[in-house]
């Protein structure tokens, strides 16, 4: 019989190798690294959609994913093979979407490190390649810095163009309208600062980035309610209309929600939040004041609230069964939110 101290080496030894098989099985491995990626993979990427692949756009406010939602989007992707894009994390949303939710055949990431990857041959094929594509989240001056221009953003507009489906969350949602705050400073912009000085330096606004087929007169944002960013979005959507895009809109979506558009344009929100909502920015005239170091003075801008009963057309704007309908003003520093008459389409 082995004495007691030999025996607690012998346990203590196929411990320590159990902790460390376990570390390796789930640690991340990279299918492929290149200047300036990594890539991951799971499933099997040969097969192909199992269903037709639909057009559409799954706009995520941030925060948990609805999963309804991104079954909408692996049915839209017909089931078969998704690239999701990154600039930072590694992992969590292809296994969380082809584990925890299913419906795919394959999923890979590629997580960026800097611009040159943008131009890799094997990141452009396998968006190319893929049924659907994914933004995620993070910090969008990555996505800025290293995508505009690119044969990335290219092969993006090419995706959408074929009549494949995209989606984004957080930051991969910002970058998806025809404009987008672009945080470049480094910082993140608050409502409080926007409608004191809306020229401030910090308001670094981007445009001809992608090319989103329903969003070309949009300002996309993101964690909309709980983070208060109605304020800055009103000053976002003043600003570019001032320089002349006079037709933009502002969209922001509530964390854990998720606005999904189908090929004809027409949007249903997605959310298990009670409350949540996609927010339609939509001002009926002109800034007063726009003008560096001063605040934002601008009247009449319609909000309306996109429920889970409602229904939003991207090609008209208008809002079916709306959740809500105000009237926001800035003056002075400070957004004043009014209740706004029913329109003659509220039910």
Known sequence: MPSIPMFLRALAFWLLLATVLAACATTPRAAATGDGYIEYAIGDASIPASEPVQPGLMLVGGGDWPHDAVRWMSGRMGHGRLVILRASGDV????EWYRDIGGIASARTFVFSNRSAASDPRVIDAIDQADGVFIAGGDQANYVNFWKGTPLAQALDAHVRAGKPLGGTSAGLAILGAWSYGALDGGSMVSEDALRDPLNPGMTLVDDFLHVPYLEHVFTDSHFGVRNRLGRLVAFVADVRAR?????????????????????????LFTPVAGGAAWLVAP????????AGEPLEITGVDVT???????IDLRTLQVT????????????GTLQIRDAAPASGDR
Request: hydrophobic content about 40%; glycine content about 18%; charged content about 30%.
């Open 92 to 95: 969590e949303a292809q296994e």
């Open 244 to 268: 002349g895009a006079g037709d933009i809109v502002g969209l922001g979506i509530d964390e854990g929600a998720a606005l999904c558009v189908d090929g004809d344009g027409i949007g249903r």
């Open 284 to 291: 009926s005239t002109s800034a007063t004041r726009l003008e």
């Open 305 to 311: 609230g996109v429920g889970v009963d409602s229904r």
């Open 321 to 332: 069964a709306p959740a809500f309908r105000r009237i926001a003003d800035a003056h002075d």
